[in-house]
């Protein structure tokens, strides 16, 4: 399988690839990050370059390169970029699925005009048809 873009992600394992065991993908991550969520799947963020902050349930820790994040399904969790440089991170998924939810979550925030916010609603929906629910905001730094 060649990599693929995918928003900010490349994609370089995906369900079609790993008959449906596992995504797996590398981004450069923004300042921020996602809403506080949750997935019907297992996810790990391993961070090769930069900080990351991630909340896994009520626990909040920075990640440096070479730490990792195990997000077990179930359980809330997001993650943000304090800035000012981006982040640059390995994630994995099993099962596969996730790259749907970037695909259309990037679409989606692709049609935004310059500095329109994304709607909460739309948002919430576009996670809940991908096995994962918006539960709050983004982390605040």
């Given at each position: 399988?060649?990599?693929?873009?995918?928003?900010?992600?490349?994609?370089?394992?995906d369900?079609?690839?790993?008959?449906?065991?596992?995504?797996?993908y590398?981004?450069l991550?923004?300042v921020g990050?996602?809403?506080l969520?949750?997935?019907?799947?297992?996810?790990?963020?391993?961070?090769?370059?930069?900080?990351?902050?991630?909340?896994?349930?009520?626990?909040?820790?920075?990640?440096?390169?070479?730490?990792?994040?195990?997000?077990?399904?179930g359980?809330?969790?997001?993650?943000?970029?304090?800035?000012?440089?981006?982040v640059?991170?390995?994630?994995?998924?099993?099962?596969?699925?996730?790259?749907?939810?970037?695909?259309?979550?990037?679409?989606?925030?692709g049609?935004?005009?310059?500095?329109?916010r994304?709607?909460?609603?739309?948002?919430?929906?576009?996670?809940e048809?991908?096995?994962?629910?918006?539960?709050?905001?983004?982390?605040?730094?």
């Amino acid at each position: 399988m060649s990599v693929r873009p995918l928003g900010p992600f490349r994609l370089l394992v995906d369900g079609e690839v790993s008959g449906g065991r596992l995504t797996l993908y590398e981004g450069l991550l923004p300042v921020g990050g996602p809403p506080l969520h949750v997935h019907d799947f297992d996810e790990v963020i391993l961070v090769l370059e930069g900080r990351l902050v991630v909340q896994l349930d009520e626990s909040i820790d920075e990640l440096d390169a070479g730490d990792f994040a195990w997000l077990a399904a179930g359980h809330a969790h997001t993650f943000a970029n304090p800035g000012p440089a981006p982040v640059r991170a390995l994630g994995l998924a099993v099962p596969s699925g996730i790259e749907h939810l970037f695909a259309e979550r990037g679409e989606y925030l692709g049609s935004l005009e310059a500095g329109e916010r994304p709607g909460q609603s739309e948002m919430a929906e576009i996670y809940e048809r991908h096995a994962s629910r918006v539960l709050g905001p983004p982390i605040q730094l």
